[in-house]
């Protein structure tokens, strides 16, 4: 049965055009990060067709593979929280704007498959599109002939980007919650702007390791320079939340009035 339901959220999102769109917002952001580094390598030229060329070189950003991925890094880490939060918001509040929901709670089927189901269609679209404009990304530096590339760092400057989007799913729940509770999509996404102006505000305290929506920009140098690698804490952090986004949008699902 699981299998059944989880099939039938892949033919829903085939035939969606919300999946070309995520993709494209996603994928205009290398190519602005290549032109932001070319406007930096090349501030004459810039300056001659009306770029802000000065101003880009006094931000203090070179035009080297360390910069370029330090820069993709906070692309994937705003984009995990923001993008993501939209595909999860599109994925469970659609039921409702689409007058679905009570077709869907209808079934045979226990609720609880529906939002696992849900999550592993966002976590496979999610990772799809973001290994997408990766690839994107890295052609646009190799093109560009960035210096400072290597093995070593290519790699290390990978992991890091993949790791960004990856912990910005572990909050995907809580946003899944907040879809079923308002039975819509305006909520989830304008709770998760404020859950980021928040993040930001937390990681200037010593509670950003502790606080869920600052541990990515605690990560990715948002907030403060970057860092290597998170604390125990903030993993634990994170897993609980997950755990817990999952547990209330099973709750909502089977207790709460679904009545629309």
Not at 123 to 151: D, T
Not at 158 to 175: D, K, M, Q, Y
């Given at each position: 049965?699981?299998?059944?339901?989880?099939?039938?959220?892949?033919?829903?999102?085939?035939?969606?055009?919300?999946?070309?769109?995520?993709?494209?917002?996603l994928a205009m952001m290398p190519p602005s990060v290549a032109?932001?580094?070319?406007?930096?390598?090349?501030?004459?030229?810039?300056?001659?067709?009306?770029?802000?060329?000065?101003?880009?070189?006094?931000?203090?950003?070179?035009?080297?593979?360390?910069?370029?991925?330090?820069?993709?890094?906070?692309?994937?880490?705003?984009?995990?929280?923001?993008?993501?939060?939209?595909?999860?918001?599109?994925?469970?509040?659609?039921?409702?704007?689409?007058?679905?929901?009570?077709?869907?709670?209808?079934?045979?089927?226990?609720?609880?498959?529906?939002?696992?189901?849900?999550?592993?269609?966002?976590?496979?679209?999610?990772?799809?599109?973001?290994?997408?404009?990766?690839?994107?990304?890295?052609?646009?530096?190799?093109?560009?002939?960035?210096?400072g590339f290597s093995a070593e760092l290519a790699a290390t400057?990978?992991?890091?980007v993949l790791l960004a989007p990856a912990i910005s799913f572990?909050?995907?729940?809580?946003?899944?919650?907040?879809?079923?509770?308002?039975?819509?999509?305006?909520?989830?996404?304008?709770?998760?702007?404020?859950?980021?102006?928040?993040?930001?505000?937390?990681?200037?305290?010593?509670?950003?390791?502790?606080?869920?929506?600052?541990?990515?920009?605690?990560?990715?140098?948002?907030?403060?320079?970057?860092?290597?690698?998170?604390?125990?804490?903030?993993?634990?952090?994170?897993?609980?939340?997950?755990?817990?986004?999952?547990?209330?949008?099973?709750?909502?699902?089977?207790?709460?009035?679904?009545?629309?």
């Amino acid at each position: 049965m699981f299998g059944q339901v989880l099939a039938t959220e892949f033919v829903k999102l085939h035939r969606s055009k919300a999946t070309w769109a995520t993709l494209a917002v996603l994928a205009m952001m290398p190519p602005s990060v290549a032109l932001f580094m070319w406007i930096v390598r090349e501030p004459g030229r810039a300056a001659e067709l009306g770029l802000l060329g000065t101003k880009a070189s006094l931000a203090g950003i070179e035009a080297t593979w360390p910069a370029y991925l330090y820069m993709l890094t906070l692309i994937f880490g705003v984009g995990g929280m923001l993008l993501l939060a939209f595909i999860v918001a599109y994925l469970f509040g659609r039921e409702y704007s689409d007058a679905t929901a009570k077709n869907m709670l209808a079934l045979p089927v226990g609720r609880h498959w529906f939002v696992v189901a849900k999550l592993l269609v966002a976590a496979a679209w999610w990772m799809a599109i973001v290994a997408v404009v990766l690839v994107e990304a890295l052609a646009i530096g190799l093109a560009m002939g960035l210096p400072g590339f290597s093995a070593e760092l290519a790699a290390t400057g990978i992991a890091h980007v993949l790791l960004a989007p990856a912990i910005s799913f572990l909050l995907a729940p809580v946003v899944a919650w907040i879809a079923v509770l308002s039975r819509g999509e305006v909520a989830p996404i304008a709770f998760s702007l404020v859950m980021l102006a928040l993040g930001n505000l937390f990681g200037k305290t010593g509670w950003a390791e502790w606080f869920p929506y600052s541990i990515v920009p605690l990560l990715i140098g948002m907030v403060a320079d970057p860092i290597d690698s998170l604390p125990a804490g903030s993993y634990a952090v994170l897993a609980a939340t997950f755990v817990a986004g999952v547990a209330a949008t099973i709750l909502q699902l089977r207790f709460a009035d679904n009545a629309q």
